[in-house]
């Protein structure tokens, strides 16, 4: 190798590979941006959150939330839940069948078995699809997060270590605006021990003037500011508390199916 | 080279300080929790972004620099470029570093520099860039040498992806997803290939001018390094991301075909070193290179580890990225750094260190260092991961709790390496302070004595190569 020019060349095509396969086809495939269909529904998916749930992001930017937090649920595999909705004649029947046998976690062949079995006895089941894993069974999400999550972020917060919890179902989770701004304020309130620095710096403590101000927070016993005062969210923390509040991904997908709560019957 | 040089060890002690902050923030969240620009979310990346951006880019270029004039056997010339280069650079580290502070950071990981930053530092590394490729174009000495292709690779990569990362997700950001893709990408490009080529380019250069061993071989090096850039730039879409199944697929081939380079380097280091690393204990260059390069293997191999889909389903979010991230920042790329600084350094400019022992001590604190913050988190980081698999029994919280021991010898790991960071700025600021004496006093005779004139002028020059 003694020509400069021929290692230009060379690594020229080996790195230039890499530039087309993760810059260029994804921004072909991902970046035209289109909302796609709500499984069984003729919804669309995403919806552009708020204008101030998109201030809020440029708080949660600004403030580096992604440098503790993910929005990225994940699921090991899919299984089947066969559910109840009806008992028919016999319920009696139908009862002791179901008390004998596992209903959750079963594969579509299991599943489609033992609906024709509870039918022939008389009563009436459904398949239910769920989602599996521990991300699922700690509650943060109904399912894996997919690339249609994030359509309408920018900046994109996927983050990659988890100090604190997955954020990506929060707003599902804490749909009430005041936990969230009490959380901020002062994290150890709202979770014992908690390692989640407080965001002080986005409130206000004042005097309570002639009469409380409206968005003053509703602390929890042993919490709140001293008498006579209250405690008040800037205007970026209530962008940031919207914006959590938008965090829901439970819509169920193409790509990432499951079956919402059917009416079950409880015998 | 002073300018370079001098300026990344001061970023290397502000990263060091402010990465000790926010890790104390892990025992104590109310430390300093109410100052605005302290918060942990903006000081972690700012710490990340000064090692990477303040100390190992511009040391990397200053190593590459010194190596290419050196084997294309010409002297530095043009001295006011990189001069100007290394000002620019650090003038554009202080903006991002500040904007990253007060909450004008751009939310990609090792990306955070706003425009005011990241433009000053892209202009600075082109006209280094140049400039070394004209040094290159001008070799004296026409046969390449396996360093050569490492540096010019990684000279030619970086204004690439940097470029690429500004314009998709600063400049104009495409939608959705597609920017954590390039993110991904950009990320995996710059701290493991780039670092990667100028590190692996000095250890080929360094170790066996230390052994007195001819590298063992050319043609393994060779092998080592197209497959390194075949396989290492296709690396870095985690195995569970949200993403078109085809990325972290291809992402995982390409991490199991790391082992080839892997093998092929570890080769040609170990038939180079074979049989001197006891001669060469005393060489604090020496022990430098070579903790960097088992670092770079080992790093490696946990990159592997991470990219394989049974491995990640435990280890991703947990602390096990970051160990592998801080592993190879630091144990590989910066202690590289430091050995190829001591040993060309005093070369330039023709005076010894003020401080000869301290460099021994520099390389104690460092490892012990490095070993205290990655070992723990490494470990800890599997140890969440199996906790999280046991979502019915174990609460996250508790598994957040079970992580504080660990964190709370990583900190002592940041503390050790603050201290052997200090060592190296008094070091290299003595030297400066040294060269800046000589200096003045050839000026002085130089003044004096008007017919000494040609000999006085020449040693002035040398002096000149010396400051870029």
Redesign the interface.
């Known amino acids: 190798m003694k020509n400069g020019f021929l290692v230009f060349l060379a690594s020229l095509i080996a790195l230039g590979g890499s530039w087309c396969g993760f810059v260029l086809a994804p921004v072909l495939q991902l970046g035209g941006g289109k909302q796609t269909t709500i499984l069984n529904s003729s919804g669309l998916y995403p919806v552009d959150r708020p204008g101030m749930a998109n201030q809020g992001l440029q708080v949660y930017r600004a403030n580096g939330c992604a440098a503790c937090h993910t929005e990225q649920v994940q699921q090991s595999g899919v299984a089947c839940d066969v559910v109840l909705t009806g008992a028919g004649k016999n319920p009696e029947v139908v009862t002791n069948l179901i008390s004998s046998l596992k209903l959750n976690g079963l594969d579509k062949d299991l599943a489609d078995a033992l609906v024709d079995k509870i039918t022939a006895a008389g009563g009436k089941a459904e398949i239910r699809i769920v989602a599996t894993g521990p991300d699922i069974d700690r509650g943060w999400g109904r399912r894996h997060s997919v690339a249609e999550d994030f359509l309408y972020d920018d900046p994109v917060q996927l983050g990659n270590l988890r100090i604190g919890p997955d954020l990506a179902d929060v707003g599902m989770r804490q749909p009430d605006a005041n936990w969230q701004l009490v959380h901020l304020y002062a994290p150890q309130s709202e979770v014992k021990g908690s390692a989640m620095p407080p965001f002080r710096y986005l409130f206000r403590v004042k005097k309570i003037g002639s009469a409380p101000s409206p968005d003053a927070l509703a602390f929890p016993k042993d919490f709140g500011p001293p008498a006579g005062y209250e405690v008040v969210p800037a205007p970026q923390a209530q962008e940031l508390a919207v914006y959590l509040l938008s965090l829901h991904a439970d819509v169920p997908l193409h790509n990432a199916p499951f079956s919402q709560s059917a009416a079950v019957f409880k015998p | 080279m002073l300018a370079l040089f001098g300026g990344a060890a001061f970023w290397l002690v502000v990263c060091s300080v402010l990465g000790l902050v926010a890790s104390i923030?892990?025992h104590a969240?109310?430390f300093l929790?109410?100052?605005?620009w302290l918060?942990?979310?903006?000081l972690?990346?700012a710490a990340d972004d000064a090692l990477l951006y303040g100390f190992c880019l511009p040391a990397g270029l200053g190593v590459a620099l010194w190596l290419l004039a050196r084997l294309s056997q010409t002297t530095l010339r043009g001295i006011v470029v990189p001069i100007a280069a290394a000002n620019l650079w650090h003038l554009g580290v202080f903006v991002g570093l500040a904007a990253i502070l007060i909450?004008?950071?751009?939310?990609?990981?090792w990306l955070e520099f706003p425009r005011g930053g990241s433009v000053p530092i892209f202009f600075a590394y082109l006209m280094l860039a140049l400039w070394a490729t004209m040094i290159?174009?001008g070799r004296r000495e026409?046969?390449?040498y396996p360093s050569?292709?490492f540096l010019?690779?990684a000279l030619?990569?970086f204004p690439?992806?940097y470029s690429?990362a500004n314009l998709?997700?600063v400049a104009w950001?495409?939608?959705?997803?597609?920017?954590?893709?390039?993110g991904?990408?950009f990320a995996g490009?710059l701290l493991v290939?780039w670092t990667g080529l100028i590190g692996l380019g000095a250890a080929f250069y360094f170790l066996p001018k230390f052994t007195g061993r001819p590298l063992q071989s050319h043609y393994l090096a060779?092998f080592g390094f197209?497959t390194f850039?075949?396989f290492a730039?296709?690396c870095?879409?985690?195995p569970?991301?949200?993403?078109?199944v085809w990325?972290p697929t291809?992402s995982a081939v390409a991490a199991a075909w790391l082992l080839v380079p892997l093998l092929a380097i570890f080769l040609v280091v170990w038939q180079t070193v074979r049989g001197s690393i006891m001669p060469n204990w005393n060489n604090t260059s020496f022990c430098f290179i070579g903790a960097g390069v088992d670092s770079f293997l080992l790093s490696g191999l946990m990159l592997m580890a991470m990219a394989c889909p049974q491995i990640s389903?435990v280890t991703?979010?947990?602390?096990f990225?970051?160990a592998e991230t801080q592993l190879r920042l630091y144990g590989f790329f910066a202690m590289t750094m430091f050995g190829a600084i001591y040993h060309l350094l005093p070369r330039v400019v023709g005076l010894e260190f003020p401080f000869p022992k301290l460099a021994r001590a520099h390389f104690w604190l460092s490892l012990a260092g490095v070993a205290l913050l990655v070992v723990p988190l490494a470990i800890g980081g599997v140890v969440q991961g199996l906790k999280?698999?046991?979502?019915?029994a174990i609460a996250?919280?508790d598994t957040?709790?079970a992580m504080l021991p660990f964190l709370r010898v990583s900190t002592t790991g940041l503390l050790l390496m603050l201290l052997g960071n200090l060592l190296l700025f008094v070091n290299i600021m003595g030297l400066t302070l040294r060269w800046k004496l000589a200096l003045l006093k050839q000026f002085t005779a130089f003044v004096k004595s008007p017919l000494a004139e040609t000999s006085a002028g020449a040693s002035l020059r040398d002096e000149k190569e010396a400051q870029a």
């Open positions: 923030k892990f969240p109310d929790a109410n100052c605005v918060t942990y979310g903006r972690q990346p909450g004008d950071g751009t939310g990609f990981a290159f174009a026409r046969a390449m050569q292709w010019l690779a030619f990569w690439w992806i690429t998709f997700l950001p495409v939608r959705g997803v597609a920017q954590a893709v390039i991904w990408w490009n290939v060779l197209w850039i075949l730039t296709w870095g879409i985690p569970g991301a949200p993403v078109p990325m291809l389903r991703d979010f947990t602390w990225g970051p999280w698999q046991n979502p019915n996250f919280a957040t709790k």
